[in-house]
């Protein structure tokens, strides 16, 4: 689960898979790196015009295949992360992940398995958004046939995305990389107040929204803004990450993997999918699998060789379970229209 982004908006995807150009994969790979560079900088990393950068990204944005977005770390602000797993009669299955979708705690909603299964990332950030969801609401959702709800204990991979189709040379990627903020962070939990969450609302609906919006929107002075955005990256609570159908770089195969790791080798285990392209999340979790993870592949014979020789190659993985993506609901805080 990339970090949670509050947000309602919706969008509508392309009905056909769209393939970026090389222009689109270099803007895309800049803004991986730096979510806020200006349109001018990109383009002469890139060596076009700032304007052919700017009409790019906004058609890509209205398309539904682009966007920043300004998302938290749950963990650097004392939220709960929960993995949550339902299945469903195949009738009932697309009302309830709607409906999860419209939760502002939810940030990622997915059917998998032909379309019987849900699963669902939440953000608690109080006990008793959590006990509501997962005590009182999902148990008592008619025709669900089984639910499991299981702790994120522990992140190996996840937050900003790492697409495995970069364009741009080291030094690109250098010449784009933000100066990162002075240190202001104390170790400890990052309190937000009223403010901040009007400043990260307004951020999860768009990364790049102007200074001058955001201070509209806080009631904050620019400087003030600057400041807090600042305080809040450098502290990790906050960063900037891009939105995007895996379909656009080529990548048609997404699913879930729940694993049984031995304790002992749990970490190795974990440590390992970091490091692995194809995964773009990896944690510990509380349940009989403690190991669960997202991938991304080129098609279905490449999720079988990772499955039987990246996977298969690990110490210490005893069952392993996997479930496609049949459709994205719900992702990085975005409701997706079919």
């Given at each position: 689960?990339?970090?949670?982004a509050f947000?309602?908006?919706?969008?509508?995807?392309?009905?056909?898979?769209?393939?970026?150009?090389?222009?689109?994969?270099?803007?895309?790979?800049?803004l991986q790196?730096?979510?806020?560079?200006?349109?001018?900088?990109?383009?002469?990393?890139?060596?076009?015009?700032?304007?052919?950068?700017?009409?790019?990204?906004?058609?890509?944005?209205?398309?539904?295949?682009?966007?920043?977005?300004?998302?938290?770390?749950?963990?650097?602000?004392?939220?709960?992360?929960?993995?949550?797993?339902?299945?469903?009669?195949?009738?009932?299955?697309?009302?309830?992940?709607?409906?999860?979708?419209?939760?502002?705690?939810?940030?990622?909603?997915?059917?998998?398995?032909?379309?019987?299964?849900?699963?669902?990332?939440?953000?608690?950030?109080?006990?008793?958004?959590?006990?509501?969801?997962?005590?009182?609401?999902?148990?008592?959702?008619?025709?669900?046939?089984?639910?499991?709800?299981?702790?994120?204990?522990?992140?190996?991979?996840?937050g900003k995305?790492?697409?495995?189709?970069?364009?741009?040379?080291?030094?690109?990627?250098?010449?784009?990389?933000?100066?990162?903020?002075?240190?202001?962070?104390?170790?400890?939990?990052?309190?937000?107040?009223?403010?901040?969450?009007?400043?990260?609302?307004?951020?999860?609906?768009?990364?790049?929204?102007?200074?001058?919006?955001?201070?509209?929107?806080?009631?904050?002075?620019?400087?003030?803004?600057?400041?807090?955005?600042?305080?809040?990256?450098?502290?990790?609570?906050?960063?900037?990450?891009?939105?995007?159908?895996?379909?656009?770089?080529?990548?048609?195969?997404?699913?879930?993997?729940?694993?049984?790791?031995?304790?002992?080798?749990?970490?190795?285990?974990?440590?390992?999918?970091?490091?692995?392209?194809?995964?773009?999340?990896?944690?510990?979790?509380?349940?009989?699998?403690?190991?669960?993870?997202?991938?991304?592949?080129?098609?279905?014979?490449?999720?079988?060789?990772?499955?039987?020789?990246?996977?298969?190659?690990?110490?210490?993985?005893?069952?392993?379970?996997?479930?496609?993506?049949?459709?994205?609901?719900?992702?990085?805080?975005?409701?997706?229209?079919?």
């Open positions: 689960m990339p970090g949670a947000s309602d908006t919706v969008y509508a995807l392309p009905v056909e898979s769209v393939i970026f150009d090389e222009v689109d994969r270099g803007l895309t790979h800049a790196v730096d979510g806020r560079a200006p349109f001018g900088r990109i383009g002469e990393v890139l060596g076009v015009s700032d304007q052919t950068i700017a009409r790019r990204y906004r058609r890509l944005r209205s398309a539904g295949m682009l966007r920043v977005v300004g998302a938290v770390d749950p963990w650097r602000l004392g939220y709960a992360s929960w993995a949550i797993r339902l299945r469903c009669a195949p009738d009932a299955s697309g009302p309830i992940a709607a409906a999860l979708a419209r939760r502002p705690d939810t940030v990622w909603v997915h059917l998998l398995s032909g379309g019987t299964e849900i699963a669902c990332g939440t953000v608690a950030r109080t006990p008793e958004e959590r006990d509501t969801l997962l005590l009182q609401r999902l148990p008592r959702t008619a025709r669900v046939t089984s639910f499991t709800a299981h702790s994120l204990l522990h992140l190996y991979a996840g995305v790492s697409w495995q189709g970069t364009t741009l040379s080291a030094d690109q990627v250098e010449r784009l990389r933000p100066v990162p903020p002075a240190a202001q962070d104390d170790g400890g939990t990052v309190v937000l107040d009223d403010g901040d969450q009007a400043l990260l609302t307004a951020l999860s609906h768009d990364g790049r929204t102007p200074h001058a919006e955001l201070a509209a929107v806080t009631g904050w002075s620019e400087s003030t803004v600057r400041r807090r955005m600042d305080r809040l990256v450098s502290a990790g609570a906050l960063f900037y990450d891009i939105d995007m159908p895996a379909e656009c770089l080529g990548y048609r195969t997404e699913a879930r993997l729940w694993m049984s790791v031995r304790p002992a080798e749990l970490a190795a285990v974990g440590n390992a999918l970091a490091g692995h392209p194809e995964v773009s999340f990896a944690a510990a979790t509380t349940g009989p699998d403690n190991l669960m993870a997202a991938v991304t592949c080129r098609d279905d014979h490449a999720l079988y060789r990772y499955l039987t020789e990246r996977i298969g190659a690990l110490d210490g993985v005893g069952n392993l379970e996997t479930a496609p993506v049949i459709r994205t609901v719900k992702r990085a805080g975005t409701v997706l229209k079919p």
